[in-house]
């Protein structure tokens, strides 16, 4: 069993920051890559930042300039700081890890439940 844990979701003013934090948890062999989605309502969930296990990052434009996503391989946690935010990155940010449990098997996607993150006055 492999487990995504996130934290650090909340609400803040337009203009302002937070951090989220994911930490994966159980049976792992490896993570190659991990990422932060997000979802907001009557939309379809879109990625927000990845990175690979080799420090290679990708974002989406939308956010390019104001959240830096890191991470911590000797810990398997994934961080995105989040800043200058916008009430249109209001969403549901969900944590997403692609998991080898056996050495030498494919990997698989693993996702966190999802934390909330509102930006609003």
């Known amino acids: 069993q492999v487990q995504l844990v996130e934290s650090g979701g909340g609400l803040v003013q337009p203009g302002g920051s937070l951090r989220l934090s994911c930490a994966a948890s159980?049976?792992?062999?490896?993570?190659?890559?991990m990422g932060w989605y997000r979802q907001a309502p009557g939309k379809q969930r879109e990625l927000v930042a990845a990175i690979t296990s080799g420090g290679r990052t990708n974002y989406a434009d939308s956010v390019k300039g104001r959240f830096t996503i890191s991470r911590d391989n000797a810990k398997n946690t994934v961080y995105l700081e989040m800043n200058t935010l916008k009430p249109e990155d209001t969403a549901v940010y969900y944590c997403n890890a692609a998991v080898q449990v056996v050495p030498g098997t494919v990997y698989n996607d693993r996702w966190g439940q999802g934390t909330q993150v509102t930006v609003s006055s």
């Open positions: 159980g049976r792992i062999f490896s993570i190659y890559r």
